[in-house]
């Protein structure tokens, strides 16, 4: 990137820039740019005219040291690839640069140690606080360990964690499933459903338990039943896992009324997979997502899904980040609530 | 997220807590810390133990202000959301963290205004090297004024354009896309293809004029040919733009064999449309797409894209990047190749 005249690299105007350029002293300068009135009106002009010539910026860094704020928040997520987190850092980062905060934005890939690295390092460039995604918080059950690392951390930063997490007073967001998944089986028992599958998830990952739960003692309160070979729930999250966890249900030789996967990507995936093998969804199949994700809209048909209302998902996370910076208080636990959206694949036509 | 007891606010650990827990003298905390040979192994000891016990991490901050360096890297897009975007940032962030870089993104939503102030908060927090990527730079024509504001902040902290610019030095990684649309039409010629649409775009963005010029240049030579009804230029990169760009094809009357989308997100669109208006692709109508986003893939059938190597995308960034700090020599322009996929929404069986 050598493509100055020889001599002039990139670098940053300084105070001194400033001062040689308007012919006054350093000194001089810097009472300008605090505001004193100690300063005759011919040098202010100078010293401004030089600052807007210059393109001079205050070093946030010399002011973060001063006020021991960097005004730069920590998002810490798995992997910005997948909507769900890019939907939700849009919306915080735009509120964050409306407020005058800049984010500083890691991918974990859910590794343990990656998250222990990246916590140090956020802190390390002191920012005022961090927002915990997926990952540890997300694993069941949480260790011990990785919850004492959270604490640790929190004593010098504000962490906000985006996920039940018992045993630590660390605030929390989280989402409250029961409403939507009640009417997400009420809709399927209405389209004519009397079985049901659970496509994906991982047994260590507690958002496989809470949503298994509650899909199996809500289909039961509508007379829903499903079977032991239609419990495909150790597949993972990925478009890819619910490919093959829709192949796998396909072998099972009987087919449930619906299928119910843990999250969108794993729905389209095996929207994907049941089609190639020559069902029509809803008509053979209803089958429904989680999130509200851009894919349960992208596919063809729309998958019905319990999705969340990212801006407002964003707008809390950044109240919350204010609170914790701010010193002020907040609730332990604060609860978002996914809404039924229905969409093409659980609308059967009247016949 | 008032969590801690009274008067424990988040605080930062700082060297004089080390000198107090480990009951020797600030001095000595620095001399340990910094490797210095002239103090006890007792009180080296004291010190490494309070340090170890207070989560201690030396200030960021403080060792940049010294340095001139931040080891933070910029990074303006448009919108994380767009996949494009996003496969990008995950690699090159990856890359950046795994050499000590932490990396700030922001969503400048494809606004000029948007894009100078995220400029200036970048420069003024003294990251190291900047990534501007859409926006003002794949602008048709690019504005004389957009160009010489990134020439200023280039003088200040390198930056590195990621496509395309005329009248700059600013160094350039773009992509050379001749190749993968003269495979691209080649293999619609071979598929029985004689008609094609282009659809989606916008006049007053470049990548429209390059990928519409190459379609028309390359179809040509293999005989096809489109018509002014079918070009649908003019409605937008997303995926809701492509659904109503294939509306409006479908009124068309007589339709084309091939549809060219601008890229995978209209080709997703449109897909979505033309099914649900009872259109079969590939056997009514080939589609194809452009960038390799992870749309191309999740839909049905999945679509014939030219796709990008994203986390060869991502070395090159990086790569440049490191040259744009460490001042080391570049080429002005690197040139990226995308490649043809073939996918089912161009491939018709054999009869």
Same mark, same amino acid.
């Given at each position: 990137?050598?493509?100055?005249?020889?001599?002039?690299?990139?670098?940053?105007?300084?105070?001194?820039?400033?001062?040689?350029?308007?012919?006054?002293?350093?000194?001089?300068?810097?009472?300008? /740019?605090?505001?004193?009135?100690?300063?005759?009106?011919?040098?202010?002009? =100078?010293?401004?005219? =030089?600052?807007?010539?210059?393109?001079?910026?205050?070093?946030?860094? #010399? %002011?973060?040291?001063?006020? &021991?704020?960097?005004?730069?928040?920590?998002?810490?997520?798995?992997?910005?690839?997948?909507?769900?987190? &890019?939907?939700?850092?849009?919306?915080?980062?735009?509120? #964050?640069s409306?407020? +005058?905060y800049?984010?500083?934005?890691?991918?974990?890939? +859910?590794?343990?140690?990656?998250?222990?690295?990246?916590?140090?390092?956020?802190?390390?460039?002191?920012?005022?606080?961090?927002?915990?995604?997926?990952?540890?918080?997300?694993?069941? *059950?949480?260790?011990? =360990?990785?919850?004492?690392?959270?604490?640790?951390?929190?004593?010098? @930063? *504000?962490?906000?964690?985006?996920? $039940?997490?018992? +045993?630590?007073?660390?605030?929390?967001?989280?989402?409250?499933?029961?409403?939507?998944?009640?009417?997400?089986m $009420?809709h399927?028992?209405? %389209?004519?459903?009397?079985?049901?599958a659970?496509?994906?998830?991982?047994?260590?990952?507690? @958002?496989?338990?809470? $949503?298994r739960?509650?899909?199996?003692?809500?289909?039961?309160?509508?007379?829903?039943?499903?079977?032991?070979?239609?419990? !495909?729930?150790?597949?993972?999250?990925?478009?890819?896992s619910? $490919? %093959?966890?829709?192949?796998?249900?396909?072998?099972?030789?009987?087919?449930?009324?619906?299928?119910?996967?843990?999250?969108?990507?794993?729905?389209?995936?095996?929207? %994907?997979? !049941?089609? &190639?093998?020559? !069902?029509?969804?809803?008509?053979?199949?209803?089958?429904?997502g989680?999130?509200?994700?851009?894919?349960?809209?992208?596919?063809?048909?729309?998958?019905?899904? =319990?999705a969340?209302?990212?801006?407002?998902?964003?707008?809390?996370?950044?109240d919350? !980040?204010?609170?914790?910076?701010?010193?002020? *208080?907040?609730?332990?636990?604060?609860? /978002?609530?996914?809404?039924?959206?229905?969409?093409?694949?659980?609308?059967?036509e009247?016949?």
């Open positions: 990137m050598r493509n100055h005249a020889a001599g002039s690299p990139h670098k940053a105007v300084t105070i001194y820039d400033i001062s040689r350029l308007a012919g006054v002293s350093p000194a001089t300068v810097s009472r300008v /740019l605090s505001g004193s009135a100690r300063v005759s009106e011919a040098k202010r002009k =100078a010293v401004l005219q =030089a600052v807007q010539d210059s393109g001079f910026l205050p070093n946030a860094l #010399a %002011q973060s040291l001063a006020s &021991s704020r960097t005004h730069t928040i920590g998002f810490l997520v798995p992997d910005i690839k997948n909507p769900y987190f &890019s939907s939700i850092y849009y919306h915080v980062e735009i509120l #964050a409306q407020n +005058g800049a984010v500083l934005l890691a991918n974990s890939r +859910g590794a343990f140690e990656n998250e222990s690295r990246i916590l140090q390092a956020l802190t390390g460039r002191r920012v005022d606080a961090i927002v915990f995604m997926g990952g540890r918080i997300d694993a069941f *059950p949480c260790s011990a =360990a990785g919850i004492a690392e959270l604490e640790k951390f929190n004593r010098m @930063v *504000p962490l906000l964690l985006t996920s $039940r997490v018992e +045993g630590t007073s660390i605030p929390q967001l989280c989402s409250r499933e029961d409403g939507a998944v009640l009417a997400l $009420r399927l028992s209405e %389209q004519g459903c009397r079985t049901f659970i496509l994906g998830g991982a047994e260590d990952v507690s @958002v496989l338990h809470r $949503r739960a509650l899909m199996l003692a809500c289909g039961c309160r509508f007379g829903m039943v499903t079977q032991p070979k239609w419990a !495909l729930t150790d597949t993972g999250f990925s478009i890819e619910g $490919r %093959q966890a829709a192949a796998q249900l396909l072998q099972c030789g009987e087919l449930p009324d619906a299928v119910c996967c843990i999250n969108d990507m794993v729905a389209a995936g095996a929207l %994907q997979q !049941l089609r &190639s093998d020559g !069902l029509q969804i809803p008509q053979d199949l209803l089958l429904t989680f999130d509200g994700e851009v894919f349960s809209e992208v596919v063809d048909p729309g998958i019905t899904t =319990a969340f209302d990212y801006p407002d998902f964003a707008q809390r996370i950044f919350l !980040l204010m609170r914790g910076i701010h010193q002020e *208080p907040c609730a332990p636990v604060t609860e /978002l609530y996914p809404h039924l959206t229905i969409r093409g694949s659980t609308r059967r009247a016949p």
